[in-house]
Nanobody, 127 residues
Framework: QLQLVESGGGLVQAGDSLRLSCAAS????????MGWFRQAPGRAREFVAA????????SYADSVKGRFTISRDNAKNTVYLQMNSLNAEDTADYYC????????????????????WGQGTQVTVSS
């Protein structure tokens, strides 16, 4: 079983930056495609970013492209999400995800079918 623990959320102002971290344990996270999803109050969980096993491939939702960067350090079993130029629409609970599927599958996968989830970290952006 793979355990995921997110950290780094908080309350920031519009235009600020945050870096989220997701620490994996229990198994080697390098065997999984890793991703970040978010869920705002009253809305469905949505894809934000994902990174392939070897860090060679990444994918982003259009709403965050150019502002967010996903990266991973397999030696540390950790995935990061650098979020710049935050705005109020980025306010949500952010969840780390891991799945054995390839990148192009994870980004289109029903969140209910993703293999592993963290507990989430809250990001609030005040305007």
């Amino acid at each position: 079983q793979l355990q995921l623990v997110e950290s780094g959320g908080g309350l920031v102002q519009a235009g600020d930056s945050l870096r989220l971290s997701c620490a994996a344990s229990g198994r080697t996270s390098g065997s999984y495609t890793m991703g970040w999803f978010r869920q705002a109050p009253g809305r469905a969980r949505e894809f934000v970013a994902a990174i392939g096993r070897s860090s060679g491939s990444t994918s982003y939702a259009d709403s965050v492209k150019g502002r967010f960067t996903i990266s991973r350090d397999n030696a540390k079993n950790t995935v990061y999400l650098q979020m710049n130029s935050l705005n109020a629409e980025d306010t949500a609970d952010y969840y780390c995800a891991a799945d054995p599927s390839p990148l192009f599958v994870l980004i289109n996968k029903d969140p209910g079918r993703v293999s592993f989830w963290g507990q989430g970290t809250q990001v609030t952006v005040s305007s």
